[in-house]
């Protein structure tokens, strides 16, 4: 089997079309049109038009020597109340953008949830209702009736859907509910077992997996015993609290005991863990950066997701600092250390039973502009580009660490960089850029940049030369 060379997108990010051909409004449309949730009052009503230029998006995987595209599928357009029937015209966009794909020899690789729960939906309560985990998987059995797509991912990053959305605000529907999270937390993971079982129910042989966000965690003194403890907090929620019940069916009772008092296990039902642990086919890991911690009190501060929250995410452990390691970082502020995902992939593999594993997001924002050819471009040079240096080495270190893991035994079969375009980067609105294609929001006209030609000359041949192929690796 070769392996998968990727970019990856989210719907809310960039389709637009946002009150076209019957789509419902979803909790980011409704948390951009509030004060104060995202920089500059942007939203994603356009973004970058994805939905009336996905042909010539098409065409650009295509340049790009792309073997899958991974994407996410807008519940609100697809069945806009969170209920019911399905919204046909809404459907049909995804059908055309699978036959392009799948035209274009592109395996489609979609997620069904990438954080545009329905309006109504919140409206009713939300991720913390139960509810919503079985409105979800009746979501996900119509359009996987509906769509011939043989790979398909249920969630994208539960715990920013959970934490970052109903715990610390930085993200829609923008509550500041700890224990409302918690249950979040708890449904989306039932969601996705529920809607597992139904797909595999209708068609066992296609490929069943999630995607989870996945740091490495390390304690700022590895000789004090409250930042070795913080650490493990940390690592328990970001990481164990998620992948525990999706490989092992159970939850860390480390993080339980941490998390007692706070609603956690009330919401937990006979029958729940063995819905949620259903065999999987891949597990994706979005990777970025590392968490270096302490529980020594001290000046506060957090891991910035949003420029405008200042509440703790961290549920039952904010009182935990994050410090800075001293490494370089990206034009988010996150660190850049390579090691931590190969320190993942190995822990991973090591920890839970064995299962094929993709990179479903990996790449760094920076603040970017074009600029045009100068003499040091050379003779091929044919228009204005943007000279991502810094995108470049950070993909290459990834992917370095990606080959070592692979060497190491790590069943790692593909990697999706983020992103295929620059788009609506969440709470930060426009500001920041993390594609492989420049964007210009005024005028939509696309333009790869510098990091484009190097991923497309790193497809071309199955990995980065000198230092070993990803492709035969994974053989």
Request: include cysteine; aromatic fraction near 10%.
């Amino acid at each position: 089997m070769g392996f998968t060379w990727g970019a990856a997108t989210a719907a809310y990010q960039i389709e637009g079309a946002a009150a076209e051909d019957g789509r419902g409004p979803s909790i980011w449309d409704t948390f951009c049109r509030t004060p104060g949730k995202v920089l500059n009052g942007e939203n994603g009503d356009v973004a970058i038009d994805h939905y009336h230029r996905f042909r010539e998006d098409v065409a650009l995987m295509v340049d790009l020597g792309l073997t899958a595209y991974r994407f996410s599928i807008s519940w609100p357009r697809v069945q806009p109340s969170g209920a019911g029937p399905v919204n046909q015209a809404g459907l049909d966009f995804y059908r055309r953008l699978v036959d392009a794909l799948q035209e274009a020899g592109i395996e489609p690789w979609p997620t069904l949830y990438h954080w545009d729960l329905p309006q109504p939906l919140e409206d009713a309560g939300g991720w913390p209702e139960r509810d919503v985990a079985y409105r979800f998987a009746d979501y996900a059995s119509q359009v996987h009736a509906a769509l011939d797509v043989r790979r398909w991912t249920t969630i994208n990053e539960p715990w920013c859907a959970a934490f970052l959305g109903y715990a610390s605000g930085e993200h829609a529907p923008g509550r500041l509910e700890p224990a409302a999270s918690l249950r979040a937390a708890h449904h989306l993971m039932l969601g996705h077992g529920l809607a597992t079982e139904a797909m595999c129910a209708r068609r066992p042989d296609d490929h069943y997996g999630a995607a989870v966000n996945l740091y490495a965690v390390s304690p700022a003194d590895p000789a004090n015993p409250a930042d070795v403890d913080a650490a493990r907090r940390i690592d328990g929620l970001q990481n164990r609290l998620f992948l525990d019940p999706l490989l092992r069916g159970s939850y860390p009772a480390d993080v339980l005991a941490d998390l007692e008092g706070l609603g956690f296990d009330s919401c937990i039902k006979d029958g729940d863990l063995a819905a949620i642990n259903q065999p999987l086919d891949h597990v994706g890991i979005n990777y970025y950066t590392r968490h270096t911690v302490s529980g020594v009190p001290g000046e506060a501060t957090q891991a910035v997701s949003s420029p405008f929250s200042s509440h703790s995410p961290w549920v039952g452990s904010d009182f935990v600092r994050f410090v800075p390691a001293g490494r370089p970082v990206t034009g988010m502020g996150w660190e850049i250390d390579e090691m931590g995902l190969y320190e993942v992939l190995t822990r991973v593999h090591r920890d839970y039973a064995p299962v094929p594993l993709y990179i479903t997001e990996n790449g760094a924002g920076y603040d970017e502009t074009l600029t045009d050819p100068s003499p040091a471009d050379g003779p091929a040079a044919n228009g204005s580009t943007v000279h991502d240096t810094g995108r470049i080495s950070y993909l290459d270190l990834h992917l370095r660490a990606c080959h070592k893991a692979i060497s190491d035994g790590v069943p790692l079969r593909g990697y999706f960089t983020w992103s295929l375009l620059d788009n609506f980067e969440w709470a930060w609105g426009y500001s920041k850029r993390f594609g492989l294609v420049h964007v210009d929001y005024a005028t939509q006209r696309r333009t790869p940049k510098d990091s484009a030609r190097w991923y497309s000359n790193v497809i071309r041949h199955g990995g980065l030369g000198d230092r070993g192929g990803l492709a035969e690796g994974a053989r």
